[in-house]
Structures are given as C-alpha cells and as structure tokens.
C-alpha cells in the first residue's frame, strides 16, 4: 500500500522589514512521504522570505519539471523559480531560462553545492543566489515542528528570527553565488 502526503498547516505571521512585506497567511503544506522535515521547513521558508503576489508551491518532490515553489504574473508567466535543497544544475539551467530570477534555498554546506555546479551548464549562473541559514537552525525548526503549527517569521537587516510553535530560533541569511 502507498504511503499518502501528510499535511501540515502552518499560520504565518510574515514581517520582512527588508523588503516592506507583512503579511498573515494560512499555510497547508503537503509532505511527500519521501520528504524529510527539515525539506518541508526549507520550502516554507522559502516560500515566506519570496513572498510576494502570486507566490505557490507546486507538487514539491513529486514534480520532475517545476521547483518547490514558484511565482507566476497575473498572465501566467514564471517569473521566479525557486528551488530547495540540492537541486541538478540541469534544474537550475531550465529554471533560469524559464524564469525572471532564480534563488535556491539550502540546508547542504554550500561550499560542496557550489563546486557540484561548478563548469557545469548554468544559464545565467552569476545572476543565481543561493542562500542558507546557520547549522543547526533548521534542526531546530524541525525539532518544533507539529502537524498544525503557529510561525513568525521576521527578516531585518538579512537576520531571519523565527517562532515556531514557542521555540524561538534565529539565523542569519547567507548569500552565495555561482562562480
């Protein structure tokens, strides 16, 4: 018998002081039975730190030809692919072909990441930024993690400060790019 997605809801309280963005929004996230939770956290945060007007997830894992999250113009057109984790460089060169921008939210070391990609097919490689957080924030996260879950998440000055379920945690957003 196949295991099913497990839910997740997650009511965000979202204050990005570095970009003006303060938003509530209700969260229900699917978790692939394949997915870890330290995943799932990621495309979370991936989705409060980018949000803006027609933000999404998509399938996640389960999709070989879509990111974890992406943003789509009132026409329809990606205009920003947002990948997590450690995705293929082929990934990232059709992402970046297909969108506006592309970012990748990671808990690897990005030093490793950084070299799987390195002289590999990248379009527009430079213009990629790759972001992480502190070790052992994520743990962190996942440690406080329920299937019904109450998260503030605010960003000043690239300090992420995040209040999941009680546990309050804080990191710094690291910014890497593709050489």
Not at 125 to 147: E, K, M
Request: charged share 25%.
């Amino acid at each position: 018998m196949a295991l099913s997605a497990v839910i997740h809801t997650f009511d965000v309280q979202l204050a990005d002081v570095d970009r003006g963005v303060y938003e509530d929004e209700t969260l229900r996230v699917a978790r692939h039975p394949s997915e870890t939770d330290a995943n799932m956290i990621l495309r979370v945060l991936a989705y409060c730190l980018e949000f803006e007007e027609g933000i999404a997830f998509t399938e996640g894992i389960s999709s070989t030809d879509e990111p974890a999250v992406l943003v789509r113009d009132r026409t329809g057109r990606v205009t920003a692919w947002i990948e997590v984790g450690a995705p293929a460089a082929e990934r990232l060169h059709y992402g970046s072909k297909l969108a506006d921008r592309t970012v990748v939210y990671t808990h690897r070391e990005p030093g490793k990441l950084l070299a799987s990609w390195a002289g590999k097919r990248i379009h527009r490689a430079g213009d990629i930024v790759l972001y992480t957080f502190d070790p052992g924030f994520l743990d962190g996260a996942v440690a406080a993690l329920a299937r019904r879950n109450t998260m503030t998440v605010s960003v000043t000055e690239r300090q992420l400060y995040l209040e999941l379920n009680g546990t309050a945690l804080s990191s710094a957003i690291g910014e890497h790019r593709i050489e």
